[in-house]
């Protein structure tokens, strides 16, 4: 009999057709895949883009809104043109007339909503229409999405969106629903299902994307901004009640008119300029908390997503970085009557893009070119009507 050990130390391994394999083939196949990471550039600039925002701006004020849509898409152009992946950039082909139809059919619901809903006599119209935008909602999401991905283009292909209307409805309707009434409990898997479905619905070309990730990090972002949200209440709330009551108390130990009279006028003061500090402070932290769920849960998902089992992406952004540049900008904002938003804008662009990574096992030209079998999708979504999920 042969000696079995014999056989497989002495005789080459065969490959396919049972011939034997050269050495070096097998060794080369043993080898795990080379990874190649492509960082995410963004060549904007706040100057250069202040001059096209401005133009927008203006134009969209004379004509009374009807600019808006080429404004959208001008603005959009500027971003993607300037986001470049391995020495090529995005595209932005969206139809600003496509736009401008679903534009107008928003604009006339919304003026029968809220004509309808100033006469007694007529506001069953505006409730039917309520119920009829709540009941579209997840349709318009799913929409919005078709229409965003076939209109960007990389490397001259298409972005495409596969998600249904079912599960469209069960991410956002059902989902929404189930957060609603576990008062908030449910509010991270809705994150998670929304965000699933967002992923898992994409493509690039005829590559389908998948989202790898679980919905326990989406509970662990909701935690943390809620014990952000619960200190820092405690922080604000803790000396305002402390000083209104040693005011009062402080005020209370006379008893003359006078006293009396300073006592209330004190006590309105403070109370006024505690209720104002209060509401400030309380407005912060939901800005605070929300951005930093906006941030964690970008990061999270651009480090779970994965295309065509050969790209995935990686995000080395800080959440927290995000919130102080999100908070800032708001201020820079509000201190220029709005003259800041385009520097606003391609900061906090700059800052997230400058933190994406674009891994791969292949070439990126190779593999669009592999996968470049479906581009034809863009008379599906951009000559449909309900595109104006931009609108809403």
């Not at 972002?221 to 000396?239: D, R």
Request: aromatic share 12%; hydrophobic share 50%.
């Amino acid at each position: 009999m042969t000696d079995p050990a014999a056989t497989s130390a002495d005789t080459p391994p065969l490959g396919r057709h049972g011939q034997p394999r050269h050495p070096d083939t097998v060794q080369a196949q043993a080898l795990p895949a080379t990874v190649t990471e492509y960082p995410v550039a963004f060549t904007g600039t706040a100057g250069e883009y202040f001059r096209l925002w401005i133009v927008n701006v203006a134009l969209t004020f004379v004509t009374l809104g009807l600019y808006l849509p080429w404004a959208r898409v001008r603005n959009r152009q500027y971003f993607f043109g300037h986001t470049w992946v391995d020495g090529q950039n995005f595209e932005y082909r969206a139809n600003p007339a496509a736009l401008l139809r679903g534009y107008l059919i928003v604009a006339a619901l919304f003026v029968a909503y809220a004509v309808s809903g100033q006469f007694d006599s007529t506001q069953w119209v505006a409730v039917v229409l309520a119920l009829i935008y709540a009941a579209a909602y997840p349709l318009l999401v799913r929409q919005s999405m078709r229409f965003q991905a076939v209109n960007t283009v990389h490397r001259g292909l298409r972005f495409r969106f596969h998600g249904t209307t079912g599960g469209a409805y069960v991410a956002y309707m059902l989902a929404n629903v189930v957060a609603s009434v576990s008062a908030g409990l449910a509010l991270p898997w809705a994150w998670f299902m929304q965000r699933r479905y967002q992923v898992d619905g994409l493509a690039f070309g005829s590559a389908r994307a998948g989202f790898r990730g679980d919905v326990g990090p989406f509970y662990l972002i909701g935690l943390t901004a809620l014990g952000l949200s619960l200190a820092g209440g405690l922080l604000i709330g803790v000396p305002l009640v402390a000083l209104i009551f040693f005011v009062v108390r402080g005020a209370s130990g006379n008893l003359d008119p006078s006293a009396l009279d300073a006592l209330g006028l004190a006590s309105s003061v403070t109370f006024l300029a505690a209720l104002i500090v209060g509401y400030v402070g309380v407005l912060l932290l939901y800005v605070v908390a929300w951005q930093y769920i906006r941030g964690a849960t970008m990061a999270y998902v651009l480090n779970n997503v994965e295309l065509g089992g050969v790209v995935r992406t990686r995000a080395t952004f800080s959440p927290w970085r995000l919130v102080w540049i999100t908070v800032t900008n708001a201020a820079a904002r509000v201190l220029t009557l709005g003259l800041a938003s385009p520097w606003a804008a391609v900061r906090q662009t700059r800052y997230i893009l400058g933190g994406v990574t674009v891994r791969a096992i292949a070439p990126l030209d190779d593999f669009a070119a592999g996968v470049g079998g479906e581009t034809s999708a863009f008379g599906e979504a951009a000559t449909e009507l309900l595109d104006i999920q931009v609108g809403f």
